[in-house]
Every structure is written in C-alpha cells, then in structure tokens.
C-alpha cells in the first residue's frame, strides 16, 4: 500500500519528498522495520485505517517536552482524500499530545503549494505564523514552507466536544 502511495508523486511532493525507487522486498522491509520500531521519546508513526484499509499514515516530530510543543505529518493516498481522515488523525494526536502528554503547543509546517493542507489545517484552528520564503527544494524548485502552530487551549475550546471526556482534561 504504501508504494502505492510513494507512485503517485504530486502526493508525495506535496506531502513530504520524492523518494528513490524501492522494490516490493524493499517496502516489504520497510513495513515491517516501522511496525516494530519503539517509539523515541513522544515521536511516533500510526497508519490510518478506514473499513480496514490502510488510506494514510500520521507522525508526530520534532518533541520537545521542555519547550512544550510538538510537530505531526499527515499524508493520505490519492484515492482517499477528502473524507476528514487526516482531520480525524490530526485531531486524535493533538488530544492525545496535549491532555496525556501535557505539551502546549502544536506547530506544522506545510508546503505553500499544498493548498488542500493549508486550508485544512486553517479549519482545524491552526493560525499562519510566519512563512520562510524559498525554503525546500523539489518538483525542480525552491518553494516556500507555511508555518502554522496551535496551542492547546485553542485545541480545546474549538474541539472539546469531538474528543472523548476520557481524553480531556479538567
């Protein structure tokens, strides 16, 4: 599944980056090396399911419990875009991060050409902080990378009631 994911490329670049090609051992591998990897501190790797189909996958990154904040990637197959998975991922993390893990504050940043994200991420209650000009290189160019950060009590205040009470905390 996931080298289905890797084939289509304007996913991939929008998402994170082109990678070299991989043999069907080589993702086979792969798979399995991340589906036994221990999790490094609070930076972890989930797959996205839906009626028992893998349409995505969702990490967390760059985790710094002293400064209270956190990152996450997102990336759903082509096919599977546009049905709140990645809403639904993001949501689910950021609750886990802020009420069982006690960060603050939650930054992504996401390439200005991946608008789909961006406009996603604006309805989750993400606020644009800052956009570094030229940033990363791919698709035959240099393209900006948008900042945007959320911090937990606009989490809360905007997603109280979609997360479990058992999640929030009082």
Known sequence: MFRRFDEHSADMRAADMMYPPRSAEGYQRWAEDQSTREPRDDEFALAIEADG????SISTSDADRLAG???????IGDE???RGYASEAAI???AYMFAERRYHKCEVSVY?????????HGKLGFVTEG??????FFAGRY?????LGMTAHEFWARHAERVSAVLRPS
């Open 143 to 147: 393209q900006d990378l948008v900042m």
């Open 80 to 82: 599977h875009k546009r």
């Open 92 to 94: 689910l993390v950021m």
């Open 131 to 136: 956009r570094l000009r030229e940033h990363v």
């Open 69 to 75: 904040r956190f990152s996450y990637g997102v990336a």
């Open 53 to 56: 189909a893998l349409v995505g």
């Open 112 to 120: 200005a050409v991946n608008e789909p994200s961006i406009h996603m």
